[in-house]
Every structure is written in C-alpha cells, then in structure tokens.
C-alpha cells in the first residue's frame, strides 16, 4: 500500500522523515500560488483599463478632429483653441497610462514566467530521480530561459548561470533594461 504523500510543514515537529526538501518544495508551491493569484486578480482590472482607455483615446481624436474643421466666428476662436489644446492633453495623459499598462502587461508575463519556473523547480526537487541528476537541472535551466521575453532577462539569466553575482547581474540588467525601455514602448 503506498503511503499518502505528506502535505504541510513538518519543521516545528520533525520526525524522522523531515526533510528540507520537502519544505523547500512546500515554500516554492506557496510562492507560485501567491504569485500566480495575484496575476489573475490584476489581469480582470488590467484588462477594463486597457480597453477603457483605448476607447477614450478614439473619443478624443473623433472630438480633436472635429474641433479642427469647425469654422467659427474670430471671437470664438479663443474657445477652440483652448479646446484643442485640453484635448490634446488630455490625449498625452492617455497614451502615458496605455504606455502604464504595457508595463504592467510585461511585468504579469515576466511574473507568469517565475510561477512556471518555480512550478518546474518543484516539480524537480520532488522528484528524487532527478533531484541529483545534473542533466535534469541543464533541462530546468534551458526550459526558463526559453521563456523570457526580452534580450536583458536573457542577458541577466545567462549572466547568473555562467557565475556572475546576483547583485551584479541585476545592475547590468536593470541598466539594460532601461535603454531599451524608450525603444519599446509602443502606443496605439
């Protein structure tokens, strides 16, 4: 008869089958769960605001292009200009929140990737077959990389693996990230 695999920590009461890996994977599922609830919750309010403001932006050129092809009397003139420029502002706000949320979009996908990645690591670590097979964790590694989706987490994972500090690793990044960021950035 197989034994029921054993669930929750067993650190403030070991006994004899305690095993750190068993509440290392226990740690890496919650963290995967967590992450991966907080997306969902954000992905549903994400969405609205998107579509929301996509949606303003078109109302707003529809009233910027009507306002540029009335023709009205000189003592209104006034008026429509200073229409056109609110509008116009108002329009500069919008595409800085739509440029927000697709900042927002890649930070879920970048967090998706690390629910993935710890899901794979788990699944690993529990698996005592490979836990100490070194190919196993080539396979683990190869499998993560694939998944990112811009060149400096390429850069950053590559850099990590190959042996470079955490903390280096995550400066270069981040100053890579940040001139590739303009080059992005795409509005609708």
Not at 41 to 66: C, N
Not at 165 to 185: G, K
Request: hydrophobic residues 40%; charged residues 25%.
């Amino acid at each position: 008869m197989e034994e029921a695999p054993r669930r929750g920590s067993l650190a403030a009461t070991p006994d004899m089958d305690w095993s750190q890996v068993h509440e290392t994977v226990l740690m890496l599922e919650l963290a995967a769960v967590q992450i991966d609830r907080a997306l969902k919750d954000g992905d549903a309010s994400y969405d609205v605001l998107s579509q929301t403001f996509s949606a303003m932006a078109g109302y707003v050129r529809t009233q910027l292009k009507t306002l540029r092809t009335l023709s009205i009397a000189e003592e209104q003139e006034g008026v429509k200009l200073n229409l056109l420029e609110t509008g116009e502002q108002v329009l500069d706000s919008i595409h800085q929140a739509i440029v927000a949320f697709q900042f927002y979009d890649r930070l879920g996908q970048r967090l998706t990737h690390v629910c993935s990645g710890l899901e794979q690591l788990t699944s690993l670590v529990k698996d005592r077959s490979r836990l100490f097979n070194p190919g196993a964790w080539v396979e683990l590694q190869k499998s993560i990389r694939s998944v990112y989706s811009s060149p400096a987490e390429v850069t950053m994972f590559d850099a990590v693996i190959s042996g470079m500090p955490i903390a280096e690793a995550v400066e270069t990044y981040l100053s890579d990230a940040r001139i590739r960021q303009d080059a992005d950035i795409e509005l609708f």
